[in-house]
């Protein structure tokens, strides 16, 4: 017993001077899932635990977005070191979200690219967010704003005024993911953000951009054109 504890701990040795000497460049996905279950797992091994997990969620990202219960299943992993699964994970969206706040958005496109495959590209069902900016398109806020499939139905624009004048918001960024990696809009997709730009025009609120998230992907109404004919349309209408 005392030889097998000393080879686990041998190994846990190696697995963190690979790892302050070149970050996560080299190791593959279960030595990922493999560091951060030993974060809380004081003397067990818990590489077969890592490999098990990774077999059952498929992929990295699946492992850190599956949920505590079902993470619980797989032998040797307990309340104690999910701790470190599920820690990860919401620092890096902190980070992420902290990267995106007071900085001007428009100039800096990547970086919310980066945030919002993070906070919701790889989520089961669709999560709709909005990016509430100010006049210099700096970031006041990001929330969740609706969960589920997206409809015209599903999306409510009061709502969604509301917020933005809670947050004095001049701009606003909308987003959302869809689950199977494809990020074409739909037609509810296109519709959603026609309605939404028609309603925030009329308190004077203006729509900057709509991205569709999916796995490592995006699609911009803004760079498509969406945005400029639905602003056009607008303004016939009222004209």
Same mark, same amino acid.
């Given at each position: 017993?005392?030889?097998?504890?000393?080879?686990?701990?041998?190994?846990?040795?190696?697995?963190?001077?690979?790892?302050?000497?070149?970050?996560?460049?080299?190791?593959?996905?279960?030595?990922?899932?493999?560091?951060?279950?030993?974060?809380?797992?004081?003397?067990?091994?818990?590489?077969?635990?890592?490999?098990?997990?990774?077999?059952?969620? #498929?992929? !990295? /990202?699946?492992?850190?977005?599956?949920? =505590?219960?079902?993470?619980?299943?797989?032998? %040797?992993?307990? &309340?104690?070191?999910?701790?470190?699964?599920?820690?990860?994970?919401?620092?890096?969206?902190?980070?992420?979200?902290?990267?995106?706040?007071?900085?001007?958005?428009?100039?800096?496109?990547?970086?919310?690219?980066?945030?919002?495959?993070?906070?919701?590209?790889?989520?089961?069902?669709?999560?709709?967010?909005?990016?509430?900016?100010?006049?210099?398109?700096?970031?006041?806020?990001?929330?969740?704003?609706?969960?589920?499939?997206?409809?015209?139905?599903?999306?409510?624009?009061?709502?969604?005024?509301? #917020?933005? !004048? /809670?947050?004095?918001?001049?701009?606003? =960024?909308?987003?959302?993911?869809?689950?199977? %990696?494809?990020? &074409?809009?739909?037609?509810?997709?296109?519709?959603?953000?026609?309605?939404?730009?028609?309603?925030?025009?009329?308190?004077?609120?203006?729509?900057?951009?709509?991205?569709?998230?999916?796995?490592?992907?995006?699609?911009?109404?803004?760079?498509?054109?969406?945005?400029?004919?639905?602003?056009?349309?607008?303004?016939?209408?009222?004209?």
């Amino acid at each position: 017993m005392a030889e097998k504890v000393h080879k686990c701990a041998g190994h846990r040795q190696r697995l963190k001077e690979k790892f302050l000497a070149g970050g996560l460049r080299g190791f593959l996905d279960y030595e990922v899932i493999e560091l951060l279950l030993i974060l809380n797992t004081p003397r067990r091994d818990c590489k077969e635990s890592a490999k098990a997990l990774l077999k059952k969620f #498929k992929t !990295l /990202q699946a492992v850190l977005e599956a949920d =505590i219960h079902d993470l619980k299943q797989v032998k %040797g992993v307990g &309340s104690a070191n999910v701790i470190g699964l599920k820690l990860i994970k919401e620092v890096a969206e902190r980070y992420l979200e902290k990267r995106i706040i007071a900085r001007d958005v428009v100039k800096n496109i990547k970086d919310l690219i980066n945030y919002l495959h993070h906070a919701i590209g790889n989520k089961e069902r669709e999560i709709f967010a909005g990016i509430f900016l100010d006049a210099k398109n700096r970031v006041i806020a990001s929330e969740i704003l609706f969960k589920g499939t997206l409809t015209s139905s599903s999306v409510y624009p009061r709502e969604v005024i509301l #917020k933005a !004048l /809670q947050h004095k918001a001049a701009t606003l =960024i909308f987003a959302h993911n869809h689950p199977s %990696g494809d990020v &074409s809009p739909s037609a509810g997709d296109i519709a959603v953000t026609r309605r939404l730009v028609f309603a925030l025009s009329f308190v004077g609120i203006n729509v900057h951009e709509h991205l569709i998230t999916g796995g490592d992907n995006y699609y911009s109404f803004h760079e498509n054109g969406y945005i400029s004919k639905f602003n056009e349309e607008f303004d016939n209408s009222n004209g």
